[in-house]
């Protein structure tokens, strides 16, 4: 079993920044590659970001490219989402996941991932 918590959700102001974290536990994180995804009222969950094992592989939404960075660092068992120039639109809950079979890929396709932790809510107001 893996688990994982998301942290560093909030409200912000449009063009603001935030960094989520998400610490996981449980059997070794640094195994796994990690993804970000998100899910806004009345609409499908949706990709983010993804990271593979070493860090070395990652892809982006085309919607968050150039805004959002994500990164790893396994010796905390930890993954991160710096997103900025947020826009109101970015608004949603915040999920992270772990991909535990695929270790050096960055999937986009929720399918993937098989834990996931319980999100944390980013509100980015105009």
């Known amino acids: 079993q893996v688990q994982l918590v998301e942290s560093g959700g909030g409200l912000v102001q449009a063009g603001g920044s935030l960094r989520l974290s998400c610490a996981a536990s449980?059997?070794?994180?640094?195994?796994?590659?990690m993804g970000w995804f998100r899910q806004a009222p009345g609409k499908e969950r949706e990709f983010v970001a993804a990271i593979s094992r070493n860090g070395g592989n990652t892809n982006y939404a085309d919607s968050v490219k150039g805004r959002f960075t994500i990164s790893r660092d396994n010796a905390k068992n930890t993954v991160y989402l710096q997103m900025n120039s947020l826009k109101p639109e970015d608004t949603a809950v915040y999920y992270c996941?772990?991909?535990?079979?695929?270790?050096?890929?960055?999937?986009?396709?929720?399918?993937?991932?098989?834990?996931w932790g319980p999100g944390t809510q980013v509100t980015v107001s105009s």
């Open positions: 449980g059997r070794t994180s640094s195994n796994y590659a």
């Open positions: 996941a772990a991909d535990t079979v695929r270790f050096y890929a960055a999937s986009t396709s929720r399918s993937s991932y098989d834990y």
